[in-house]
Protein backbone atom coordinates (compact mmCIF):
# COMPACT_ATOMS: atom_id res chain seq x y z
CA UNK A 1 0.00 0.00 0.00
CA UNK A 2 1.29 3.95 -0.69
CA UNK A 3 -0.09 6.15 1.30
CA UNK A 4 -0.38 9.59 -0.96
CA UNK A 5 -0.32 12.44 1.23
CA UNK A 6 -1.10 16.50 -0.05
CA UNK A 7 -3.21 19.35 0.30
CA UNK A 8 -6.88 20.49 -0.42
CA UNK A 9 -5.21 23.01 -3.10
CA UNK A 10 -2.22 25.28 -3.47
CA UNK A 11 -3.33 28.32 -3.91
CA UNK A 12 -3.37 30.29 -0.56
CA UNK A 13 -1.62 33.39 0.32
CA UNK A 14 -0.83 32.65 4.06
CA UNK A 15 1.36 30.00 2.55
CA UNK A 16 3.95 32.41 1.42
CA UNK A 17 7.15 31.72 3.51
CA UNK A 18 5.66 28.31 5.02
CA UNK A 19 5.71 26.00 1.82
CA UNK A 20 6.72 28.83 -0.58
CA UNK A 21 9.95 31.25 -0.39
CA UNK A 22 8.55 34.70 -0.10
CA UNK A 23 9.66 35.96 -3.48
CA UNK A 24 8.43 32.95 -5.90
CA UNK A 25 5.86 34.62 -7.45
CA UNK A 26 2.34 32.83 -7.45
CA UNK A 27 2.41 31.83 -10.87
CA UNK A 28 4.94 29.53 -10.58
CA UNK A 29 3.58 27.55 -7.36
CA UNK A 30 2.31 24.70 -8.78
CA UNK A 31 5.40 23.53 -10.07
CA UNK A 32 7.13 24.65 -6.86
CA UNK A 33 4.09 22.59 -4.84
CA UNK A 34 4.59 19.36 -7.26
CA UNK A 35 8.14 19.77 -6.60
CA UNK A 36 7.31 18.73 -3.01
CA UNK A 37 4.40 17.03 -2.64
CA UNK A 38 3.61 14.15 -4.67
CA UNK A 39 -0.48 14.52 -4.96
CA UNK A 40 -3.06 17.52 -4.14
CA UNK A 41 -6.74 17.94 -4.32
CA UNK A 42 -7.87 20.20 -6.62
CA UNK A 43 -11.13 21.85 -5.29
CA UNK A 44 -11.05 24.86 -7.55
CA UNK A 45 -12.72 22.44 -9.90
CA UNK A 46 -15.72 22.48 -6.88
CA UNK A 47 -16.33 25.80 -7.74
CA UNK A 48 -15.88 26.41 -11.27
CA UNK A 49 -14.88 23.53 -13.36
CA UNK A 50 -11.92 24.22 -15.28
CA UNK A 51 -11.78 24.33 -19.18
CA UNK A 52 -9.89 21.18 -20.65
CA UNK A 53 -7.51 23.04 -21.53
CA UNK A 54 -6.04 23.91 -17.97
CA UNK A 55 -6.23 20.71 -16.62
CA UNK A 56 -4.26 19.96 -19.50
CA UNK A 57 -1.65 22.77 -18.84
CA UNK A 58 -1.77 21.89 -15.24
CA UNK A 59 -0.22 18.33 -16.61
CA UNK A 60 2.52 19.98 -18.37
CA UNK A 61 3.85 21.54 -15.62
CA UNK A 62 3.66 18.69 -12.86
CA UNK A 63 5.89 15.84 -12.92
CA UNK A 64 5.43 12.18 -14.34
CA UNK A 65 3.67 10.66 -11.17
CA UNK A 66 2.30 13.19 -9.97
CA UNK A 67 -1.49 13.03 -9.01
CA UNK A 68 -4.29 15.10 -8.88
CA UNK A 69 -7.81 14.08 -7.08
CA UNK A 70 -10.27 16.20 -8.45
CA UNK A 71 -13.50 17.90 -6.32
CA UNK A 72 -16.56 17.34 -8.30
CA UNK A 73 -17.96 20.55 -9.33
CA UNK A 74 -20.89 22.20 -7.15
CA UNK A 75 -23.11 21.95 -10.34
CA UNK A 76 -23.53 18.55 -9.60
CA UNK A 77 -23.58 17.75 -6.36
CA UNK A 78 -25.12 21.06 -4.44
CA UNK A 79 -26.72 22.54 -7.39
CA UNK A 80 -28.42 19.18 -9.55
CA UNK A 81 -28.04 17.37 -5.89
CA UNK A 82 -27.22 14.16 -7.70
CA UNK A 83 -30.08 13.91 -10.11
CA UNK A 84 -29.83 13.71 -13.97
CA UNK A 85 -25.95 13.24 -13.54
CA UNK A 86 -25.31 11.96 -17.02
CA UNK A 87 -24.28 15.34 -18.42
CA UNK A 88 -22.53 16.66 -15.39
CA UNK A 89 -20.62 13.83 -14.97
CA UNK A 90 -20.09 13.81 -18.86
CA UNK A 91 -18.83 17.32 -18.62
CA UNK A 92 -16.78 16.77 -15.61
CA UNK A 93 -14.79 14.03 -17.13
CA UNK A 94 -14.48 15.18 -20.39
CA UNK A 95 -12.50 18.19 -18.71
CA UNK A 96 -11.06 16.80 -16.13
CA UNK A 97 -9.15 13.91 -18.89
CA UNK A 98 -7.14 16.79 -20.07
CA UNK A 99 -4.72 15.68 -17.03
CA UNK A 100 -4.57 12.22 -18.69
CA UNK A 101 -1.75 9.99 -15.72
CA UNK A 102 -1.92 12.54 -13.79
CA UNK A 103 -5.60 12.23 -12.69
CA UNK A 104 -6.51 10.43 -9.55
CA UNK A 105 -9.74 9.71 -8.02
CA UNK A 106 -12.62 12.33 -8.18
CA UNK A 107 -14.62 13.27 -4.78
CA UNK A 108 -17.99 13.64 -4.93
CA UNK A 109 -18.61 16.08 -1.61
CA UNK A 110 -22.30 15.70 -0.94
CA UNK A 111 -24.54 18.75 0.69
CA UNK A 112 -25.07 18.44 4.54
CA UNK A 113 -28.83 18.98 3.80
CA UNK A 114 -29.12 16.04 0.99
CA UNK A 115 -30.51 12.86 2.82
CA UNK A 116 -29.98 9.12 1.79
CA UNK A 117 -30.85 8.43 -1.81
CA UNK A 118 -28.91 5.02 -2.45
CA UNK A 119 -30.45 5.00 -5.96
CA UNK A 120 -29.90 8.36 -6.80
CA UNK A 121 -25.96 7.73 -5.60
CA UNK A 122 -26.14 4.33 -7.42
CA UNK A 123 -27.08 6.14 -11.41
CA UNK A 124 -24.68 9.05 -10.34
CA UNK A 125 -22.06 6.72 -10.20
CA UNK A 126 -22.92 4.49 -13.00
CA UNK A 127 -22.30 7.47 -15.26
CA UNK A 128 -18.42 7.77 -14.39
CA UNK A 129 -16.28 5.96 -16.96
CA UNK A 130 -15.15 2.30 -15.79
CA UNK A 131 -12.29 2.61 -13.95
CA UNK A 132 -12.47 5.84 -12.57
CA UNK A 133 -11.66 6.01 -8.57
CA UNK A 134 -14.88 8.07 -7.52
CA UNK A 135 -14.87 9.16 -3.36
CA UNK A 136 -18.10 9.43 -1.94
CA UNK A 137 -18.29 12.12 1.09
CA UNK A 138 -21.85 12.34 2.20
CA UNK A 139 -22.10 14.85 5.25
CA UNK A 140 -25.58 14.07 6.49
CA UNK A 141 -26.37 11.52 9.03
CA UNK A 142 -29.11 9.62 7.28
CA UNK A 143 -26.86 8.29 4.64
CA UNK A 144 -24.58 5.66 7.45
CA UNK A 145 -26.95 2.50 6.51
CA UNK A 146 -26.50 -1.09 5.07
CA UNK A 147 -28.16 0.10 1.80
CA UNK A 148 -25.86 3.00 0.61
CA UNK A 149 -22.98 0.64 1.35
CA UNK A 150 -23.82 -1.72 -0.95
CA UNK A 151 -24.08 1.01 -3.75
CA UNK A 152 -20.65 2.40 -2.44
CA UNK A 153 -18.97 -1.43 -2.38
CA UNK A 154 -20.73 -2.77 -6.13
CA UNK A 155 -19.47 0.32 -8.12
CA UNK A 156 -16.04 0.28 -6.65
CA UNK A 157 -16.34 3.66 -5.05
CA UNK A 158 -14.86 4.89 -1.27
CA UNK A 159 -16.31 5.72 1.77
CA UNK A 160 -14.49 9.09 1.97
CA UNK A 161 -13.61 9.32 5.34
CA UNK A 162 -13.71 12.73 7.11
CA UNK A 163 -11.96 14.43 10.24
CA UNK A 164 -13.33 17.08 11.60
CA UNK A 165 -12.34 18.48 15.15
CA UNK A 166 -9.73 14.88 15.31
CA UNK A 167 -12.73 12.44 15.28
CA UNK A 168 -14.03 10.87 12.31
CA UNK A 169 -17.79 12.47 11.33
CA UNK A 170 -18.34 8.66 8.89
CA UNK A 171 -18.09 5.68 9.47
CA UNK A 172 -14.97 3.97 8.88
CA UNK A 173 -16.43 1.78 6.21
CA UNK A 174 -13.84 0.00 3.77
CA UNK A 175 -15.57 0.07 0.72
CA UNK A 176 -13.43 -1.17 -2.10
CA UNK A 177 -9.44 -1.85 -2.09
CA UNK A 178 -8.45 1.78 -1.99
CA UNK A 179 -8.97 4.53 0.56
CA UNK A 180 -9.36 8.58 0.71
CA UNK A 181 -9.05 10.52 3.74
CA UNK A 182 -9.87 14.24 4.36
CA UNK A 183 -8.61 15.93 7.25
CA UNK A 184 -11.08 19.32 8.16
CA UNK A 185 -10.05 21.02 11.16
CA UNK A 186 -7.72 19.87 13.70
CA UNK A 187 -8.12 20.72 17.79
CA UNK A 188 -4.31 21.25 18.50
CA UNK A 189 -2.95 24.94 18.87
CA UNK A 190 -2.64 27.57 16.27
CA UNK A 191 -5.74 26.31 15.05
CA UNK A 192 -6.68 24.52 12.80
CA UNK A 193 -3.44 22.28 13.54
CA UNK A 194 -3.71 18.57 14.21
CA UNK A 195 -1.92 17.25 17.17
CA UNK A 196 0.41 14.35 16.50
CA UNK A 197 -1.83 11.72 18.60
CA UNK A 198 -4.79 12.38 16.99
CA UNK A 199 -2.34 11.92 13.25
CA UNK A 200 -0.95 8.52 14.73
CA UNK A 201 -4.37 7.48 15.69
CA UNK A 202 -5.31 7.98 11.80
CA UNK A 203 -2.13 6.13 10.61
CA UNK A 204 -3.95 3.22 12.58
CA UNK A 205 -6.56 3.42 11.06
CA UNK A 206 -5.38 3.39 7.79
CA UNK A 207 -3.15 0.25 8.45
CA UNK A 208 -5.97 -1.50 10.23
CA UNK A 209 -8.24 -1.10 7.14
CA UNK A 210 -5.93 -1.81 4.37
CA UNK A 211 -3.23 -3.69 5.28
CA UNK A 212 -2.24 -5.31 1.84
CA UNK A 213 -4.28 -3.06 0.01
CA UNK A 214 -4.08 -0.20 -2.88
CA UNK A 215 -3.50 3.22 -2.68
CA UNK A 216 -4.43 5.40 -0.17
CA UNK A 217 -5.26 9.17 -0.65
CA UNK A 218 -4.62 11.85 2.49
CA UNK A 219 -5.78 15.09 1.98
CA UNK A 220 -5.36 17.87 4.45
CA UNK A 221 -7.78 20.23 4.18
CA UNK A 222 -7.50 23.05 7.01
CA UNK A 223 -5.25 25.26 5.18
CA UNK A 224 -5.67 28.70 7.22
CA UNK A 225 -2.09 29.89 8.57
CA UNK A 226 -0.33 26.89 6.28
CA UNK A 227 -1.88 24.47 8.74
CA UNK A 228 -2.50 22.00 5.58
CA UNK A 229 1.05 21.62 4.74
CA UNK A 230 2.50 21.56 8.01
CA UNK A 231 0.07 18.96 9.43
CA UNK A 232 0.61 16.61 5.84
CA UNK A 233 4.56 16.80 6.73
CA UNK A 234 4.04 15.70 9.94
CA UNK A 235 1.43 13.12 9.02
CA UNK A 236 3.84 11.59 6.13
CA UNK A 237 6.52 11.28 8.57
CA UNK A 238 4.84 9.31 11.31
CA UNK A 239 3.99 6.71 8.37
CA UNK A 240 7.24 6.28 7.08
CA UNK A 241 7.95 5.69 10.70
CA UNK A 242 5.39 2.92 11.43
CA UNK A 243 6.98 1.46 8.18
CA UNK A 244 4.06 2.45 5.39
CA UNK A 245 5.64 3.83 1.86
CA UNK A 246 4.46 7.37 1.87
CA UNK A 247 4.58 9.66 -1.18
CA UNK A 248 7.10 12.82 -1.33
CA UNK A 249 6.18 15.31 0.89
CA UNK A 250 8.62 18.44 2.16
CA UNK A 251 11.85 18.29 4.22
CA UNK A 252 11.68 21.21 5.04
CA UNK A 253 9.40 24.28 5.32
CA UNK A 254 10.12 27.77 4.37
CA UNK A 255 9.32 29.25 7.50
CA UNK A 256 10.58 26.11 9.73
Known sequence: MTLFVGTSGWQYKDWRDVLYPSGLPMRLWLEEYAARFATVENNNAFYRLPSRETFEAWRERTPPGFVVAVKASRYLTHIKRLREPEEPVHRLMTHATGLGDRLGPVLLQLPPTLRADPDLLDACLACFPVGTRVAVEPRHDSWWTPAVREVLVSRGAALCWADVLA???????????????????????????????????????????????????????????????????????????????????????ARA
Open 167 to 253: RPVTPLWRTTGWGYVRFHQGRARPWPRYGRQSLATWIRRVVTAWPDGENVYAYFNNDPHGAAVEDAVTFAGLARRAGLEVTRTPRHL
